[in-house]
């Protein structure tokens, strides 16, 4: 049995449970079966010595997490949950908190596994990252997935991960990995395409693509956390902090106060987005914004980027994701695409990384804590 409790439960742990519960009645379970024992948001905690029913979780926010849940408190709930037996346990955090991340070797020292989404413990201060490494590095557990901190539920870590481990030669990683910013220049840079810059990041932002405030998404910040954990797990020693990140929010409006005036103001800058995709069109090239790492020269980057149309990256549609490994055995490269972004596959690659751990530790086993 691999138990787990969800710290966090919001959107994507709210998805996962779902496919928790369908999978608790489905033939999978008696192979790999899979008990929630723990969850825990900002306010209240709900923890279980044996499996949350399907019916509690199924009413989850009220049955478990409602008025009379105990008041939340995170030491509590990882000694408790250390403290559980018949089986391995992960703590699955569905946050983007730096302070929860920071906890994972708090977790990892208690001999529980961690799974995440969360791209802060990995792309934040090398020190964690080295300490998190180190602590999930024996082969007896307990581990430590974050397949969704890049491509929510595309095989992106897994994939890096497999050509490294077997000796391949990265040469560079490439990829398209903001679903925002593949909407955004999928339909304003092509060819025909006649909207404005200001008029698609308002149709992003009306379906939900974009951050509340669009500048999150425009400043690449979050593509350069991506690129940030690919190096790393590709061996490079490269950060946020010296990593050159293009920004593309005009100057002018990276201080004003609120997402309405950026918005109200963007069509300012209609004639410089404009141009520049006048002049990529005109030399039969697409505008993408892209992550590089680089890893023969250590040139990593997160830019907006010229691309010609006969490209996989120009041909992109909708949100989707691109990445290419370019490797000494795949000099032609080895392309991942799909959706990148959405609780539903974030979830499902939450739920890959928890099926991992309980093939190798969720008969308890293999974990000296169990």
Same mark, same amino acid.
């Given at each position: 049995?691999?138990?787990?409790?969800?710290?966090?439960?919001?959107?994507?742990?709210?998805?996962?449970?779902?496919?928790?519960?369908?999978?608790?009645?489905?033939?999978?379970?008696?192979?790999?079966?899979?008990?929630?024992?723990?969850?825990?948001?900002?306010?209240?905690?709900?923890?279980?010595?044996?499996?949350?029913?399907?019916?509690?979780?199924?009413?989850?926010?009220?049955?478990?997490?409602?008025?009379?849940?105990?008041?939340?408190?995170?030491?509590?709930?990882?000694?408790?949950?250390?403290?559980?037996?018949?089986?391995?346990?992960?703590?699955?955090?569905?946050?983007?908190?730096?302070?929860?991340?920071?906890?994972?070797?708090?977790?990892?020292?208690?001999? @529980?596994? &961690?799974?995440?989404?969360?791209?802060?413990?990995?792309? =934040?201060?090398?020190?964690?990252?080295?300490?998190? +490494? *180190? #602590?999930?590095s024996s082969p007896?557990?307990?581990?430590?997935?974050?397949?969704?901190?890049?491509?929510?539920?595309?095989?992106?870590?897994?994939?890096?991960?497999?050509?490294?481990?077997?000796?391949?030669?990265?040469?560079?990683?490439?990829?398209?990995?903001?679903?925002?910013?593949?909407?955004?220049?999928?339909?304003?840079?092509?060819?025909?395409?006649?909207?404005?810059?200001?008029?698609c990041v308002a149709?992003?932002?009306?379906?939900?693509?974009?951050?509340?405030?669009?500048?999150?998404?425009?400043?690449?910040?979050?593509?350069?956390?991506?690129?940030?954990?690919?190096?790393?797990?590709?061996?490079?020693?490269?950060?946020?902090?010296? @990593?050159? &990140?293009?920004?593309?929010?005009?100057?002018?409006?990276? =201080?004003?106060?609120?997402?309405?005036?950026?918005? +109200? *103001? #963007?069509?300012?800058?209609?004639?410089?987005?404009?141009?520049?995709?006048?002049?990529?069109?005109?030399?039969?090239?697409?505008?993408?914004?892209?992550?590089?790492?680089?890893?023969?020269?250590?040139?990593?980057?997160?830019?907006?980027?010229?691309?010609?149309?006969?490209?996989?990256?120009?041909?992109?549609?909708?949100?989707?994701?691109?990445?290419?490994?370019?490797?000494?055995?795949?000099?032609?490269?080895?392309?991942?695409?799909?959706?990148?972004?959405?609780?539903?596959?974030?979830?499902?690659?939450?739920?890959?990384?928890?099926?991992?751990?309980?093939?190798?530790?969720?008969?308890?086993?293999?974990?000296?804590?169990?």
């Amino acid at each position: 049995m691999l138990n787990v409790a969800i710290v966090g439960p919001g959107l994507v742990g709210g998805a996962l449970i779902e496919q928790l519960v369908a999978h608790t009645q489905s033939p999978r379970f008696a192979r790999l079966p899979i008990a929630v024992v723990g969850l825990i948001n900002s306010k209240r905690m709900a923890l279980s010595s044996t499996a949350f029913t399907a019916a509690d979780l199924a009413q989850w926010q009220t049955t478990l997490l409602g008025d009379s849940a105990e008041p939340a408190d995170l030491s509590r709930f990882a000694d408790t949950l250390s403290a559980v037996s018949g089986g391995a346990t992960a703590v699955v955090d569905c946050t983007s908190s730096d302070a929860i991340a920071a906890l994972y070797p708090s977790w990892l020292t208690r001999g @529980l596994h &961690v799974v995440t989404p969360n791209k802060k413990g990995f792309s =934040g201060e090398m020190s964690l990252f080295r300490e998190i +490494e *180190r #602590l999930a590095s024996s082969p007896l557990g307990p581990s430590v997935y974050h397949e969704a901190t890049v491509g929510a539920g595309l095989p992106v870590l897994s994939t890096l991960n497999d050509l490294v481990r077997t000796g391949d030669r990265i040469i560079k990683i490439e990829g398209i990995f903001s679903g925002t910013l593949s909407y955004l220049f999928n339909n304003f840079s092509a060819p025909g395409a006649s909207h404005s810059f200001s008029a698609c990041v308002a149709v992003a932002k009306a379906n939900g693509y974009t951050e509340p405030d669009p500048r999150d998404d425009l400043n690449g910040m979050d593509v350069a956390r991506k690129v940030t954990i690919l190096g790393r797990v590709a061996g490079l020693d490269i950060g946020t902090d010296t @990593l050159p &990140v293009e920004n593309i929010v005009p100057e002018a409006l990276r =201080g004003v106060s609120t997402a309405e005036e950026f918005m +109200e *103001r #963007l069509p300012e800058f209609d004639d410089h987005f404009s141009k520049l995709n006048k002049e990529a069109l005109q030399s039969g090239s697409v505008l993408r914004y892209v992550g590089f790492v680089d890893g023969v020269e250590g040139q990593s980057s997160v830019k907006l980027a010229r691309y010609p149309l006969d490209h996989p990256f120009a041909s992109l549609k909708g949100s989707d994701n691109i990445i290419a490994f370019t490797t000494e055995r795949f000099p032609n490269p080895l392309i991942i695409q799909g959706a990148g972004a959405g609780a539903a596959v974030t979830a499902f690659g939450i739920f890959s990384d928890l099926i991992k751990i309980a093939e190798r530790f969720g008969s308890g086993l293999a974990d000296p804590k169990f």
